[in-house]
T-cell receptor, first 115, second 114 residues
Framework: GDSVTQMEGPVTLSEEAFLTINCTYT??????LFWYVQYPGEGLQLLLK?????DKGSNKGFEATYRKETTSFHLEKGSVQVSDSAVYFC??????????????FGSGTQLTVLP | KAGVTQTPRYLIKTRGQQVTLSCSPI?????VSWYQQTPGQGLQFLFE???????NKGNFPGRFSGRQFSNSRSEMNVSTLELGDSALYLC?????????????FGDGTRLSIL
């Protein structure tokens, strides 16, 4: 079945450091890929998405590129802020002939940014 | 535009009881999905509803059920509660449920079983 593998956390960075969170996937065909972020006590917020190979999703300084050849969707940000501290989830939805679908999530990566 | 609303935010129940959780999707969204989040198992898909029909179901026992109403609001029910059902239950909505459409999540209902 479909699966998503994220780098293990937690990740601790200093403010203004460069962030990379690795994500690889296993799926049939060309799934849609997403990054979600969860702040303490809240639900998930969509951070960015990409729906086909070589697409780059971007939002709030975060970027991720859909790499079909390496089945990866790594999250990057050039300069993190304390307010970026949260749990980040990589996820996919399969392409299916019907429109019923479900999100398959990675295990999440806890990011802490220190001032 | 109002987001996905889940009620209640917190619930405390005892083993053997049953519980009903409610979800109001974003206006105009017709697909509603439910997920369970636990520290051990992470985020797991429960089921998805579209136009009052369950289209997809995850690998959960029959104690977990749901329904969707004509206004797209959804409820999930858990009967004969077990300690392992303690979790954050998240509801998500999307316009039509197409695979390239993002799902928008509510803040969840935190269910604690004593």
């Amino acid at each position: 079945g479909d699966s998503v593998t994220q780098m293990e956390g937690p990740v601790t960075l200093s403010e203004e450091a460069f962030l990379t969170i690795n994500c690889t996937y296993t799926a049939t065909g060309y799934p849609s890929l997403f990054w979600y972020v969860q702040y303490p006590g809240e639900g998930l917020q969509l951070l960015l998405k990409a729906t086909k190979a070589d697409d780059k999703g971007s939002n709030k300084g975060f970027e991720a590129t859909y790499r079909k050849e390496t089945t990866s969707f790594h999250l990057e940000k050039g300069s993190v802020q304390v307010s970026d501290s949260a749990v980040y989830f990589c996820a996919l939805t399969p392409i299916s002939s019907g429109s019923a679908r479900q999100l398959t999530f990675g295990s999440g990566t806890q990011l802490t940014v220190l001032p | 535009k109002a987001g996905v609303t889940q009620t209640p935010r917190y619930l405390i129940k005892t083993r053997g009881q049953q519980v009903t959780l409610s979800c109001s999707p974003i206006s105009g969204h017709r697909s509603v999905s439910w997920y369970q989040q636990t520290p051990g198992q992470g985020l797991q898909f429960l089921f998805e509803y579209f136009s009052e029909t369950q289209r997809n179901k995850g690998n959960f026992p029959g104690r977990f059920s749901g329904r969707q109403f004509s206004n797209s609001r959804s409820e999930m029910n858990v009967s004969t509660l077990e300690l392992g059902d303690s979790a954050l239950y998240l509801c998500a909505s999307s316009l039509r449920g197409d695979s390239n459409q993002p799902q928008h999540f509510g803040d969840g209902t935190r269910l604690s079983i004593l």
